[in-house]
């Protein structure tokens, strides 16, 4: 991407000096892990908290400053991203007569105090209608290159793009239908994550349209997106953390879901081309 580091979004929260949790518990896998977090978001109860009692566990000490120049170039382009994202759709919310409320993003270490309640890092980047913000432990752009061979700023850029999507929808008023959807039909929770999960890739899209219409990606930039977006669908993650596959089970998507439709919001830059629940 085409970017010029230039200082922190006045949308970030910096956590990285010890907002986060320790302590025992319950020790989850990824996929669990996954789940009571769309819990979580969905019914805005926190579920981590009932597997210790409702106690989160104590403030941990960070063994790195909170000013790490070492991952400043990073804090500057997750604000960079953070910035241009919320500003595309400021535009697309005004062409449609309406108005944008900013998220905000937090950047932690280890785990985190949401208002969906506490999480790790193993989470992965998440949003959290509760407060409207966006965590993101910087440490899972090291795990997106080394662990699902992703590596590219576009592909750190999809990442925090789809969870801004989340917002978008949260201000559109999709997670309450959904949620009132899951109510109603409790056997179809997993379809419905899934739907929500794949129209925040389409939201990753058209804001990957956006940027492409303004010259800002680079030779490479798409396939690095299409990667990450493969690299973390549900059949892939399932296969590398149990070595089977169970699609009654998925959450997110498959693979080839994922890119399918950061694909169909990049070519159209349409948010009309985004409804997965069709």
Known sequence: MRWTPGGRSGNLEDQRGGG????????????????????????????????????????????RPVNDPQEEPMVQFVSFVLDDT?????????????QYRDAKLVLFREG???????????????????????YVDLSFYDELKQRFGAPGDFAQAYVLAHEIGHHVQHLMGTDKKVRQA???????KNQYSVRMELQAD??????????????ILEAGDVDEAMNAASSIGDDRLQKMGRGQVSPD?????????RKEWFQRGFESGDVSACNTFQ
């Not at 019914?43 to 566990?57: E, I, S, T, Y």
């Not at 899951?182 to 179809?188: R, V």
């Not at 089970?249 to 879901?257: E, L, V």
Request: glycine share 18%; aromatic share 10%; net charge neutral.
């Open 20 to 63: 986060g949790f320790g302590g025992g518990g319950l020790k989850l896998g990824i996929g669990g892990t996954l789940l009571l977090l769309i819990l979580s978001f969905i019914f805005k109860q926190d579920f981590f908290a009932m597997l210790d009692g409702g106690q989160a566990g104590s403030p941990q000490e960070q063994s």
């Open 86 to 98: 919320q500003a595309t759709w400021k535009q697309v919310f005004a062409n449609n007569g309406g």
């Open 182 to 188: 899951m109510e109603n039909n409790p056997g179809a």
């Open 112 to 134: 985190v105090r949401s208002a969906c309640g506490t999480a790790p890092s193993a989470v992965g980047p998440f949003y959290c209608p509760g407060d409207e913000k966006v």
């Open 249 to 257: 089970s998925f959450t997110h998507g498959t693979s080839a879901q």
């Open 202 to 215: 389409c939201y990753a899209g058209v804001w990957g349209h956006a940027t492409n219409q303004r010259k």
